[in-house]
Antibody
């Protein structure tokens, strides 16, 4: 069955950097687009970024554009989110989520989610 | 990015039906039939329960149904059960090629 396991969260100072990872199993990782979605404590969901199945297209929310970079290593079945210039408002649980269709970026939903990794930006 | 508008809370008794609305704009909910709903019990990951407005993933009971009119989508849960108590989020693909979620609705089963 599909499994997505995030790691790499922790406490980082404002203006610092952190990279979180998501290891995928149970499906052909290299055939599906992948997303990062975050949730601040006690708040709603916020889409962060998409990467196409082959890494050739990346899209970002305005709130993170220019500071965050999504990437993937299909040989390791792993998705990454490099977060730079972190702010207090970036504190959240970061979930990786899978697109539902092969080789297609524009599905409206996410069919599987990881359990998330908590990132706290604080001095 | 703006969020879709959901009521903060709804409630109902076992066996009753409840509906949760999700209001967006002509650039998201009204633009495509790519509205989805997620169930998220506290401390867990979101779980997809409806997609493309009305479609259910396998394993989701048919007590969960969806609809859309203009810029507003709705989730209806019929035959309410105690296990349905959870947070619910709507989501939509947008005309900008991004994704947006609602602020979430807490469902209480009385």
């Amino acid at each position: 069955q599909v499994q997505l396991v995030e790691s790499g969260g922790g406490v980082v100072q404002p203006r610092g950097s952190l990279r979180v990872s998501c290891v995928a199993s149970g499906f052909t990782f290299s055939s599906f687009g992948m997303h990062w979605v975050r949730q601040a404590p006690g708040k709603g969901l916020e889409w962060v970024a998409l990467i196409r199945y082959d890494g050739t297209k990346k899209q970002y929310a305005d709130s993170v554009k220019g500071r965050f970079t999504i990437s993937r290593d299909n040989s390791k079945n792993t998705l990454y989110l490099q977060m730079d210039s972190l702010r207090a408002e970036d504190s959240a649980i970061y979930f990786c989520a899978k697109s539902p269709r092969y080789y297609y970026d524009s599905s409206g939903h996410f069919d599987h989610w990881g359990q998330g990794t908590l990132v706290t930006v604080s001095s | 990015q703006s969020t879709l508008t959901q009521p903060p809370s709804v409630s109902g008794s076992p066996g009753q039906s409840v509906s949760i609305s999700c209001t967006g704009t002509s650039g998201d909910v009204g633009y495509y039939n790519r509205v989805s709903w997620y169930q998220q019990p506290p401390g867990t990951a979101p779980k997809l329960i409806l997609y493309d407005v009305t479609d259910r993933p396998s394993g989701v009971p048919d007590r969960f149904s969806g609809s859309k009119s203009g810029n507003t989508a709705s989730l209806t849960i019929s035959g309410l059960q105690a296990e349905d108590e959870s947070d619910y989020y709507c989501g939509s693909y947008t005309s900008r090629g991004t994704w947006v979620f609602g602020g979430g609705t807490k469902l209480t089963v009385l």
